[in-house]
């Protein structure tokens, strides 16, 4: 059994910066990826990751929306995950959610097994 926590969401004006983190807990694996998705009001949650993070290598992957604004990246020790998130845009707005893969670097919503509750990011003046 995994648990992921989420944390750091809250109220940023345009332009304006967060830290998200994703602590993992449990069964640990040898090899896992760890992505952030995003709900945005009256929508179901994205089934593209906007980032994620190889676990082993730390090779990365970032939505088109997001490149050069946000910033992934993990802490083995502390198994955690850190989403760097910079010029926050109202867009931006969202529950975010983490989420475990027990395969290589993935996208896709289809392919994670375990998630986390939610932190809430809200970009407005």
């Known amino acids: 059994e995994v648990q992921l926590v989420e944390s750091g969401g809250g109220l940023v004006q345009p332009g304006g910066s967060l830290r998200l983190s994703c602590a993992a807990s449990?069964?640990?694996?040898?090899?896992?990826?760890i992505g952030w998705f995003r709900q945005g009001p009256g929508k179901e949650r994205g089934e593209v990751s906007v980032?994620?993070?190889?676990?082993?290598?730390?090779?990365?992957y970032y939505a088109d929306s997001v490149k050069g604004r946000f910033t992934i990246s993990r802490d083995k020790v502390k198994n955690t995950v850190y989403l760097e998130m910079s010029s926050l845009r109202p867009e931006d707005t969202a529950v975010y959610y983490c989420?475990?893969?027990?395969?290589?670097?993935?996208?896709?919503?289809?392919?994670?097994?375990?998630w986390g509750q939610g932190t809430q990011v809200t970009v407005s003046s």
């Open positions: 449990g069964d640990t694996f040898d090899y896992y990826t």
């Open positions: 989420g475990i893969s027990l395969l290589g670097i993935v996208a896709s919503a289809s392919m994670y097994d375990y």
């Open positions: 980032a994620c993070i190889d676990s082993n290598d730390g090779s990365t």
